[in-house]
């Protein structure tokens, strides 16, 4: 139960007061030991948000996930190359209160590898390789057009990065 949720209004750059709101949910993470260089992780969370005091229509909270998860595989041995695989998947939510409009969910897999050799490290890393369409920073926003007779309320949002790969030398002193 939060006594106040903050939310941000983009058009004015300020936060401002939301009521109060009631988040019930299950949160479960999950370490598993493989041998002794394999890991296995996953945390799951799943959230009903509501706000309070207003009507059950009107009554969701923005950007709230129903759904998120991360996890992955790591392998790191004692010496040589270590290696991970790594997910986050959140599902679609509702963009306002009313739920009528909804931002994307998305589900990414990167890979991470490296190699310390003497004093360097090199190591290789791979960014949505899926190479997944996906929609970063999602916000339900008011627009209108000057053509537009009445403002149209939609998804603004930042893309999110599509297939990337990296690659590097670190030097330990």
Request: glycine share 6%; hydrophobic share 40%.
């Amino acid at each position: 139960l939060s006594e106040q949720e903050f939310v941000y209004v983009g058009d004015e750059g300020i936060i401002e007061p939301g009521g109060r709101t009631q988040r019930m949910g299950l949160d479960l993470m999950m370490r598993y030991q493989m041998n002794k260089w394999l890991f296995a992780d996953m945390d799951l969370n799943l959230t009903r948000a509501r706000s309070l005091g207003v009507a059950k229509e009107e009554a969701f909270v923005p950007l709230a996930a129903a759904f998120t998860s991360t996890g992955g595989v790591s392998a790191k041995p004692e010496k040589g190359p270590t290696a991970s695989l790594r997910y986050r998947w959140i599902t679609s939510r509702p963009a306002n209160e009313f739920n009528s409009v909804r931002t994307e969910g998305y589900f990414l897999l990167d890979a991470a590898l490296s190699y310390p050799w003497k004093k360097l490290e090199f190591y290789l890393s791979a960014e949505n390789i899926l190479d997944v369409d996906w929609r970063e920073a999602q916000f339900d926003t008011e627009s209108r057009l000057r053509n537009e007779t009445v403002p149209i309320s939609e998804i603004h949002y930042t893309p999110g990065i599509p297939f990337f790969l990296k690659a590097g030398i670190s030097v330990r002193f």
